[in-house]
């Protein structure tokens, strides 16, 4: 039986909020939860009962992010560096900004893999499935791109900018 | 395990437990229920209220107010019957039934005899919603029988479904229901128990 659309709201709301601050950044990603949690709602009547929905709405969390980060290279936004005006709250814990800068310098495929793997919760084949390409090639991707925050993340730590 | 395997799942573990505040998914989910009530896709809207009588649950459709649930029936259940019944698409969207709490309010304060608000019959059908459509005119502090009401909607043997139809008033408080008890003047029953019935009647000075 399926539950009342608040209840996926309150399962799966801080889940898709950090995918989507993955894959987009902070200053885009309450704009791609909306987008996601609405587009969601509106299909929801329609999902098979026995769906996963953390993979259904990742899949939406990637297409609505995909139409921000088009946005974002359209007026250049981007830079690898956090935008200045950030969303109302934007991010909240001290030691989380060298976290958010190194998923930045990650290219979007390795960024997008990571999230929707390590945060989404999906195996790779899943992966693959949204991004395109080889359950392989979306393991390699992700194993890139935590490697690559890896050294980012580790250069930080030496600076003494996190624990 | 080995250093490569060690960093992997340092950076994840930072990842997951990178939790947004309750402040950043409490304005999420404000801004989602305007939005969703913006764009007509808010079937049914919800909200717990604290009343003398304990917690209530309403709901509402863009129709009208659709139920009010006492706590002993069970809010999750009572919520997943209209998710089975009217629609899936429910969000706690507390702002459409502003007018609504704040009638109750009223009623509990003894400032209010009579609640002016849209409903939402659409939980019952037939004799039953008949009845229920008419307990309104039953008046603040009055109290009448299942088979006086019966003999008023025209049917003075169909006690027995009076009874049901009260039991099953998917707006009680609002749709008094309380007000009818048996000839004898035994209170009858209650789906927020005979307590809250005996309550509400004392409220409004009946007995």
Known sequence: MKKPFENIVADHAA????????????HDADDAWSETFISAMRAYPDLPEDANVE?????IAHRKAIDVIRTQNRTAVRSGELPETAAPFGHQRTGDDELWVSLRSLPDKQRQAVAYHYLGGLPYVEVASILGGTTEAARRAAADGIKSMRRTFTEMKAKGMSK | MNKETTAEMKISNVLAFTIPSNEVMAWLHDRLESSADERGILDVAYKTIDTPVGSLLLAATKKGLLRVAFQVEGFDEVLELLARKVSQRILKAPK???TAAFEIDEYFARTRTRFDLPLDFSLSSGFRQVVQRHLPNIAYGQTTSYQHVAALVGNPRAVRAVGTACAKNPLPIVVPCHRVLRSDGGLGGYAGGLAVKSALLQLENAR
């Not at chain 1, 993979?55 to 899949?59: F, G, H, N, Q, S």
């Open chain 1, 15 to 26: 889940a898709v909020l950090r995918v989507c601050r993955t894959v987009v950044g902070v």
């Open chain 1, 55 to 59: 993979a259904w709405l990742v899949t």
């Open chain 2, 96 to 98: 459409r039934l502003d």
